[in-house]
Every structure is written in C-alpha cells, then in structure tokens.
C-alpha cells in the first residue's frame, strides 16, 4: 500500500524535476521516489559507518593510513 505525503518545492527545484521527468519520459512521482529512496540509502550507510567506526575506535585496535599499508605492502605511496 502506498501513502500520500505532499512535500513543498522551490520553483527552481520544481522546474528540474519538470524538465528531468519530460526529458526522461517518466511521471514526477517516479523520480521523487527513486531519488528519495537512494538519499534514504545513503544516509543508511552513512549511519552504519559511522556505527562501525565507533566500535572499531573503541575496541582500542591500531588504525592504519592507506600510505601506512601501501609501504607495508611494498607500493607506491
């Protein structure tokens, strides 16, 4: 089941997505939705990251600089 939630836009942001949505043949609403569920996406991961590296900071294990294991490992820097 699908819900009706209205959502106010600037005229310059309402005049994208009409040209986007014209331009691509597909209905605003498709738009709004795919590119609100991929923000929701993202944000999701964001929040899971940081989540991780909370824990990782806490359990106290050593970090290492991306230039720190490429000369571990013997490559360019």
């Known amino acids: 089941m699908s819900a009706l939630t209205a959502v106010r836009l ?3 942001l309402e ?3 009409a040209r986007t949505a014209r331009r691509m043949n597909r209905p605003r609403s498709g738009l709004i ?7 929701l996406d993202d944000l999701e991961d964001y929040a899971r990251a940081v989540e991780a590296w909370e824990v990782h900071v ?3 294990e050593e970090t290492l600089s991306l230039e720190a ?3 571990s490992l013997g490559l360019e820097a």
């Open 10 to 12: 600037g005229e310059a």
């Open 15 to 17: 005049d994208r997505l």
């Open 33 to 39: 939705r795919e590119a609100l569920e991929r923000y």
């Open 58 to 60: 806490a359990s106290g």
């Open 69 to 71: 294991v490429k000369a």
